[in-house]
């Protein structure tokens, strides 16, 4: 058995927008394919060429698309009276970026899609998000933390734009 320790950067931005509206400017800024289909797609491409055409005609504005979306406030506050803060786990991402990475360091894989959290703090709405670049640092590939900056400005530029 092999360990590794990975030092994560966590970046966190807090709006003055309620929970909902930053919500809702994440989700406009990310495409929002029906996934069953778009697998589908991926697989029958023949050509890394295919999956990046496919990819262009489904990402958002930010160059991502939503994976899956869990919403943690329903189950942490069930059964609890007043307001429920919200709490929303988005995992986006663009299989294409996690390729090239993944090319260069397969366990690139085990870190994308990506997570924004989302939640509802009495400061304020809180978007946070762990940079893949800190994910992969400890694998010491230039080329995939080349590619991995650029996600984590894709993302970061997402945050800043639903956050402001």
Known sequence: MKTKNLNVERVSYVSKKPFREVLEALGAGIGHPNMEELWKRISNAKTVTEV??????????????EFLRFDHGTIVFKGKRGHAPGIVRLVTGNPAIMRQMAEHVPD???????????????????VSYDRMASFLETYRNEDALRIARDLDAKVENLLVSATN
């Open 52 to 65: 990046e055409d496919i990819m262009r005609s489904v990402v958002g504005a930010s160059g991502l698309i």
């Open 108 to 126: 690139a894989g085990s870190y994308a899609p990506v997570t924004i959290l989302v939640d509802e703090r009495p400061d304020g709405t809180h």
